[in-house]
């Protein structure tokens, strides 16, 4: 009997525990994506191919174009995001910038009511421990052991370029190399979900 009562105690204690580790994920946006669910649906990762139109709520990056093109947000299938420009989508990885083949990379969709780009110069809370009414950092996943967020940057050539916000630094891809600005560059934007979660 002893035994069982433990047993139940350590399992609802494990619930327990586990509802609020689950409460303290609503800190930041984690979009639905094509292969699993239960994250917010009004923010979606997307398979596009590149010959394909874009749908209407893919996100761009208003501030400005890269070249006189436009530019929206992309990953590749490890989660690393990029910019998506004339029907390519590049991302930053270890010094380079990568082309992702048609068909191997997502899109981000939101409608545009739910997202606000900010500028910013200082630091802002990367492991969402700090709660910003109303506002979520977009999260993609995880790269080098940091939290991944969506960025955007103003390079010193007046182009504006999507990349992968992570540990206190936008990175992004341009001319075939990586590159990047820390947050208090000012060269920083970081995209906020405003929308409801």
Known sequence: MKKKILTSALLLGSALFGQQAFATDYKYAQCKDNEYSG???????NTIDGR???PPNTVRFDKGTEN????????????LVGKYVNGTCYVPSNGREYPQPEGTFDILEVHPSYIQWEQVNTRVDLEGNIFHPGKYLIKSGRDSGYPMYVCG???????????????????????????????????????????PM
Request: hydrophobic share 30%; net charge positive; charged share 15%.
């Open 39 to 45: 994250h917010n649906a009004r923010c979606l990762w």
């Open 52 to 54: 394909d139109p874009l």
């Open 68 to 79: 006189g093109a436009n530019v929206y947000v992309c990953r590749d299938r490890g989660d």
């Open 153 to 195: 940057v103003k390079d010193a050539h007046g182009n504006y370029m999507t990349g992968k916000l992570v540990n206190g630094h936008c990175w992004y891809a341009a001319g075939g190399r990586e590159y990047n600005y820390s947050l208090a560059s000012g060269h920083v934007y970081v995209l906020w979900y405003t929308g």
